[in-house]
């Protein structure tokens, strides 16, 4: 073999060297461009993709706003008023969070807000916390909600006007002119109740006066016996829908009686004994004392005589049962005495709750107890009261499913022998 002279060996391996390194430097370059073109096309992807991330997050995070009242709440047979030329403005005077319609020498002081009437004379005849009714050369609505107005399709030809409420909406309004009044004893010449969902006048000029319950389909129409010599009221329990009464009752002093709606029956209170009626106008009962009537499940249930009796939405009698031991009715629950301890039972469940042992020190406080919220708390709040003078007892409370009960010590004697069962 011959061998390759030394220079021109020399010489090879130094163009070999020359190549590879030229080699090393390409690979190194095409893989620093093609990282950085990947790179280069993953940002551009995720710049493409951060528009529907940012969106769906905006989505999720952004709380939606609270729907208008005025898209929710629905005012019939009012008309909506477009580019008053008002620019009057009328102060509205409150009392704690109250409005009034007027301010007073001794209450309704504090200004509370103002809104814009056409006529100087303008003044208000009704308020309450959602609603002004006022005299504005015709009778208008304001929403304290919206600050939006309307005319109402009643005369403004009457001296007083009143505001029938259901919940928190307007569904009439009751008139008067003429006031005779006699002492505490006030009679017009005439009366009427304008029904908003019927657009019409309704019991004109039957009735003396109105008592307003706190239920929107329903008026109590007073019509007195003798009015020049006594309190005797003829009371006609009126059903708006129907333009009926559903039935009457003779009262002595109406002052002292209250009127109302649970569920699907008709409630008349008079120094806390009660006399139950079906909304059909049947009497179901009377003579019952308060704490002792609930409705349940669409059920009147009734302690009266010693016995728990259970009515249906008609009145009509379904079963009667021992109530002896039964203290309270409590919305769907009786507090009982069993054995000496207190226990809370369901009406028309099986529940079942032994609550603390009563003695004889005690006695059980069937109006200051309760079924109640306290602090975002919803619990039995129940009051044993102390029959030792200089004692007043205890509150005893528990929620439904919780396993303590908590028994606190009465700090002062607001509760001292109120109200005891007998």
């Known amino acids: 073999m011959h061998e390759l002279p030394r220079e021109k060996v020399k010489s090879l391996k130094d163009n070999i060297f020359f190549f590879l390194t030229i080699g090393v430097i390409a690979f190194l370059a095409l893989l620093y461009f093609g990282i950085k073109f990947l790179n280069k096309k993953q940002e551009m992807k995720e710049e493409q993709n951060i528009p529907n991330i940012t969106e769906k997050q905006e989505e999720e995070e952004t709380p939606k706003e609270p729907i208008k009242k005025e898209e929710v709440s629905k005012i019939l047979n009012l008309t909506l008023i477009n580019n008053e030329d008002a620019n009057i403005s009328l102060t509205v005077y409150k009392e704690g969070d109250n409005f009034c319609p007027k301010r007073e020498e001794l209450r309704c002081t504090e200004a509370a807000f103002t809104f814009l009437v056409t006529n100087s004379n303008a003044k208000i005849m009704d308020i309450n916390n959602d609603f002004i009714l006022y005299l504005d050369e015709v009778l208008k609505v304001y929403d304290i909600g919206t600050k939006k107005k309307y005319t109402v399709n009643l005369e403004n030809t009457y001296s007083e006007y009143k505001l029938v409420m259901n919940d928190k909406n307007i569904v009439g309004i009751v008139y008067y002119n003429g006031l005779q009044n006699y002492g505490f004893r006030n009679k017009y010449s005439v009366s009427g109740f304008y029904d908003l969902n019927s657009d019409k006048k309704k019991f004109e000029n039957i009735y003396d006066f109105f008592t307003i319950i706190d239920n929107g389909s329903y008026l109590i129409g007073n019509k007195y016996n003798s009015f020049e010599s006594n309190n005797s009221v003829n009371t006609s329990f009126l059903d708006i829908a129907t333009s009926s009464a559903l039935f009457n009752e003779n009262r002595n002093d109406f002052n002292t009686v209250k009127y109302e709606v649970v569920d699907n029956f008709i409630a008349i209170s008079e120094q806390n004994n009660y006399t139950l009626y079906s909304l059909n106008g049947k009497l179901i009962t009377s003579g019952v004392e308060q704490g002792l009537w609930t409705v349940s499940k669409k059920y009147l249930y009734v302690v009266l005589n010693n016995e728990l009796i259970k ?83 205890y509150e005893v409370t528990f929620t439904l499913t919780g396993k303590k009960v908590k028994k606190s010590l009465l700090k002062d004697n607001e509760y001292y022998h109120e109200y005891f069962v007998k």
Request: aromatic share 14%; glycine share 6%; charged share 30%.
């Open 311 to 393: 009515y249906d939405l008609d009145g009509d009698l379904i079963s009667r049962e021992d109530g002896s031991n039964i203290y309270n009715l409590i919305d769907s629950y009786k507090v009982v005495n069993v054995d000496n301890f207190l226990y809370v039972k369901g009406l028309d469940n099986d529940y079942n709750r032994k609550v603390i042992e009563m003695t004889d020190e005690y006695i059980y406080s069937r109006l200051k107890s309760d079924y109640t919220t306290r602090n975002d708390r919803e619990a039995f709040y129940l009051i044993l009261l102390s029959k030792n003078e200089g004692t007043v007892g």
